[in-house]
């Protein structure tokens, strides 16, 4: 069956530490998403990708990388610049720009600082 | 100001009601979502609506561009539809605001 997969489900950063979350599909999507929930809040945009090798800077970009070497997959790094990583993490693929098509969601990762 | 106001922002009802929520948004937008986020934090996307009426089982959802708002209603109501519904519309640059959401209850 198609559809997203994120790993790991839980994710533990210490200070100072880089981590990566993977984010897979096999929707055959073009466009892809990662975006930030914070507990009793909407969801946010940290990043999209609407292509291989090209990508944008979302609304709360800062801390954060991506890379978009494959069409597959779009991992998100969270850099030791990121002070407050603490969140819900979900990943999104769309087979166009996204507003206009139906978007399918990962299961998330939660990321806890030790 | 939120751009994008739900309400309510917490509904418990019993199995079997008719449950509306409601979208008010103040941005010009194209289209809307409409999610559903279970406990544990999957999303599913229910409807992507421009116009008009969309129906999927017992889901109806509702747009009216010109009076910037939608509504997402229930019918018959099951405990297993206890979850948050997010509204998302698109705005001119196609990204998508996301509201807060509503956390819906269903008690058997």
């Known amino acids: 069956d198609g559809g997203i997969t994120q790993s790991p489900k839980y994710l533990f950063r210490k200070e100072g530490q880089n981590v990566t979350l993977s984010c897979e599909q096999n929707l055959n999507h073009d466009a892809m998403y990662w975006y930030r929930q914070d507990p009793g809040q909407g969801l946010r945009l940290i990043y999209y990708s609407q292509i291989v090798n090209d990508f944008q800077k979302g609304d709360i970009a800062e801390g954060y990388s991506v890379s978009r070497e494959k069409k597959e997959s779009f991992p998100l790094t969270v850099t030791s610049a990121q002070k407050n990583p603490t969140a819900f993490y979900l990943c999104?693929?769309?087979?166009?720009?996204?507003?206009?098509?139906?978007?399918?969601f990962g299961s998330g990762t939660q990321l806890s600082v030790l | 100001k939120n751009e994008v106001e739900q309400s309510p922002q917490n509904l418990t009802a019993q199995e079997g009601e008719f449950i509306t929520i409601n979208c008010s948004y103040s941005v010009g937008i194209s289209a809307l979502h409409w999610l559903q986020q279970h406990p544990g934090g999957g999303i599913v996307s229910l409807f992507m609506l421009s116009s008009g009426k969309k129906k999927h089982g017992r889901l109806i959802a509702t747009i009216n561009i010109q009076e910037k708002h939608s509504s997402l209603h229930i019918t018959a109501s099951h405990p297993r539809d206890s979850a948050v519904y997010i509204c998302?519309?698109?705005?001119?640059?196609?990204?998508?605001?996301w509201g807060a959401g509503t956390k819906l209850i269903i008690k058997p």
């Open positions: 999104a693929s769309s087979t166009g720009q996204g507003a206009y098509e139906k978007l399918f």
């Open positions: 998302a519309p698109m705005d001119s640059n196609y990204q998508l605001i």
